[in-house]
Every structure is written in C-alpha cells, then in structure tokens.
C-alpha cells in the first residue's frame, strides 16, 4: 500500500516505539513526541540540548533513550522525566554519542555509540547487563548505526553507516560478541548519499532497514540478499518500528540536516 502520513515535524525524527497501550513514541531534534492510539500527536517532552534518538520502552513502562549530545543513555519515566542514567560511561571511558539501542532477553540492551567515527573508525557496540554494567562488545566500525537481535537472539545485526552495508555478530552469551561477518552490500544512489540507518526484524526471518538517501526501506532475508525494496515517501529513511504488517517509519522529506521530519505508515 502507499505510505499514510501519521504525524509530522519541523526537523527530522528518529526513535519509533510503541508502549503497551498503543502509543507512538518518536524523537526529533526538538526532544519526544507522541501520538495516540486515536490518532492526536503531541509533544512529549521538549529538550533540543539533549539530542535524542533511537529509544525502547521496558515492560514497566521505562523509556531508555539515546542522549547523543550528553553521551548517555537516559532512564526516563513514563510522565517524561528524566531519572537517572542508564549508561554514561564504559570501562571508566566516558561514551561519546549513544545512536540507537535493542533490548536481550535478560534484562539488557545493546546500544551503537558513533561519536567521531565518521574520521575514523573508532565506533563501537556496547552492551548494559540488568546489573548497569557497561561494557565494549565490538568497536573498530565507521558509524555504527542501527541494531537487532534475530528472533532466535543468536545473531546481532548492526547497520554500518559509512560503508553502506550490515553486520551481522554471534552471539556467545549476553554482550559477547563473535567475529564480525559483513551480511550485506547494501545499493548506493548517484549524487546522493545512501546509507542504512535504522533495523527492524520483518516477516518469514526477514530483516528490515532504513535507507537514507533512497527514499527507500529494504527487505533482506538474513544471508543479505534484498528481497523487496519498498517507498516511504522520506528521502532520509531514518528508522522503523514494526506492529503486525504494518511498519512505522521516521526521517525527513529532504536530506536530513534541512527539511521537515516526518512520521509515515508503510504497509508490507
């Protein structure tokens, strides 16, 4: 089906999740928004020094949001305050710029961290036990970017911006990282930076990604090869979060650091 238009702001948004009642959550440069299950969008909680992006929301309602700017990753309650630090620092280094997170199933989550790693590759994957522990899970990466477990939660994929492509690691045990296999080569656009951002688990152990620069979200089955490639209407196609059939979309109408942000629903 074409994209419906959910909601809209004035820069690019990122972080699509959904809470147990059915509420859209998403970030953009101007902090967190929301949008009801009946449709009403709002803002949620206004920050434009905090610089969020990627966020999930644990069972008892507590939202993990990326700070890039602050180099942390914020606990925030479900009224929107801020309560604490869910990881700021690791192995006694502060982080650098936190981009997006996936939860394990044993009370953790693995986030990005691409701070600088645009130069140079110095970007890094971290893991945070239920204990708060912080530790390095894979580094070495030009911008780290978008990342998900596979459903059987063997495999952690992990969307390398710079190169155009994604990762794919083993997973020998919560926040223990096998050696690195590059799944997919990803399609470039002339004239035009292309590049994956966000990733999602699609249908039939299929791999969902979000293509800047293409207008594009791509459908790869997990030896990287596309499947389908379907249009969002956003030129940067920043991120996804997946309900069903249905596929929530973020990013912005233009190249990402000059037009509108916008939320889009894209049938798959």
Sequence with gaps: MPFVEIARTPTFTEGPVFDRDG?????????????SPDG???????????????????????????????????????????TGDAAIECEGRPLRAPNDITLDDASGFYFTDPGGSRAAPIGTVHFTSRRGVTTQAAGGLRVPNGLVLSADRKFLFVAETVPNRVLRFPVIAPGRLGVMAVVAELPGRDGHEAAPDGLALGPANTLLVAHLGTESLFQLNYSGQIVRQFKTGLYDTSNL????????V???IGHRTNSAGRVHLVGV
């Design 23 to 35: 509420t859209l959550y998403f970030t953009s440069n101007e902090g967190l928004h929301k949008v």
């Design 250 to 252: 973020t990013g912005s």
């Design 40 to 82: 009403r969008k709002s803002d949620w909680v206004l920050n434009k020094d905090a610089g969020f992006n990627g966020q999930k929301i644990l069972p008892d309602g507590t939202h993990l949001v990326c700070a890039s700017k602050k180099g942390a990753v914020w606990r925030m309650n479900a009224a929107g305050e801020r």
């Design 241 to 248: 979060a997946v309900i069903k059939s249905n596929v929530y």
